[in-house]
Every structure is written in C-alpha cells, then in structure tokens.
T-cell receptor
C-alpha cells in the first residue's frame, strides 16, 4: 500500500533558523509528491509539489527534492519567519490508486521571535 | 482569483439535526472532494465526485451524504450529526484528464462544525 511518514512535531525554532521536515514514503507505482501547509483555523494550501524523480519543488523560500533512491521528499527553508508557524503535511498520490492523496501525520512548526 | 469557496466558515448544529455544508469552485475542475479533519490530524477522505460519478470511501458512515448539482457546487449533508462529527470539513478540487498521470488538489478554507 501507500504510506507517508513525516517527523513528529512540534518543531520549535527561532526566527531566521533553518527548517527541515523529513518525509519518507512508500508507494505502489510512481507517486507525485506534495507539501501542504495549514495555518491555524484555515484549510490546506498547496506549498509545493514534484511529479518525477530529481524534480525540485519550491515556493515562498521552501524547497523539497523528489529523491527516488531514498524515497524521500524533505522540506527545507533557510530562514524561517514567525509567519511560517503552521502545520505542514507531506502527501503523495498515485494514478493507480485513483490519484487520492495519502497524507503523513503532519508536523506542527512554531517559530518564535 | 480562481478559488475554492466554502460556506459557512463556522456552523453550529444540534445533536441529530440535519446540516448541510456547501462548497463552490471557480476553477472549473471536474473532481470535487470532501474531507473530514479532526484536531490538526491528517484529513480523512469521505467521498469524491468525478464529474457526476459519486465515489464513496468504504469507511465513510452512511450518515454522510453528498450532492453535486453542477460542476461548480458540491454539498455535504450530515443527516443526524453526533458529537463525534464535530470537525473541520474540507472541500478540495482537481482537474482530471483522460490518462492524466498527475493531479493536484486545491483546498478550500474549510467549515468548522460544532455539534451541541
């Protein structure tokens, strides 16, 4: 089956610190990979995505590279801001599974001034 | 801007009283999804429509129903809400083409349901 494992939070950082959230996956077939962000009281927003091996998704200073050899899609940001405080979800979809999203458990990130 | 809209953002209902949540989209996407999310856990897929075809998840309770009268709108009906149905309900859409390998789901802001 398909599954996503991401590091448990909460992750607490100071402003301007480097952020890494680990995400690994197992998939039957060739997955597309996503990071979604959820700010308090809001829905999920697509942060970035990658659809094939070695693709790098990037947005708002966040990056993640699709690593097929290590089945990983780690999220990174070089200098976080207080406004980056949110829950981050790693997810995959596989066409053979009807393109349904399989989510990781989410990682809460708290950035302190 | 093209978007996914959910109304209301907050809904209070009484135990056992039917409630309807609505979702609309201006993206002209042919797939619409409903998710339930509790306490910042991962969203749980309830069902989705691919055009007019309804696809229910195996573990979705019968208490949850959905309607899609046209491309733009989709409704979630909870026939007899219980206390355990209090949650955030998220609508999402995607564009699915013939043989398309990749789809991206776009989410609305959610409706938070409180059951008294």
């Amino acid at each position: 089956g398909n599954s996503v494992t991401q590091m448990e939070g909460p992750v607490t950082l100071s402003e301007e610190a480097f952020l890494t959230i680990n995400c690994t996956y197992t998939a039957t077939g060739y997955p597309s990979l996503f990071w979604y962000v959820q700010y308090p009281g809001e829905g999920l927003q697509l942060l970035l995505k990658a659809t094939k091996a070695d693709d790098k998704g990037s947005n708002k200073g966040f990056e993640a590279t699709y690593r097929k050899e290590t089945t990983s899609f780690h999220l990174e940001k070089g200098s976080v801001q207080v406004s980056d405080s949110a829950v981050y979800f790693c997810a995959l979809s596989v066409q053979a599974a009807g393109n349904k999203l399989t989510f990781g458990g989410g990682t809460r990130v708290l950035v302190k001034p | 801007d093209a978007m996914v809209i959910q109304n209301p953002r907050y809904q209070v209902t009484q135990f056992g009283k039917p409630v309807t949540l609505s979702c609309s989209q201006t993206l002209n996407h042919n797939v619409m999804y409903w998710y339930q999310q509790k306490s910042s856990q991962a969203p749980k897929l309830l069902f989705h429509y691919y055009d007019k075809d309804f696809n229910n998840e195996a573990d979705t309770p019968d208490n949850f129903q959905s309607r899609r009268p046209n491309t733009s709108f989709c409704f979630l009906d909870i026939r007899s809400p219980g206390l355990g149905d209090a949650a955030m309900y998220l609508c999402a859409t995607s564009s699915r083409g013939q043989g398309a390998r990749q789809e991206t789901q776009y989410f609305g802001p959610g409706t938070r349901l409180l059951v008294l």
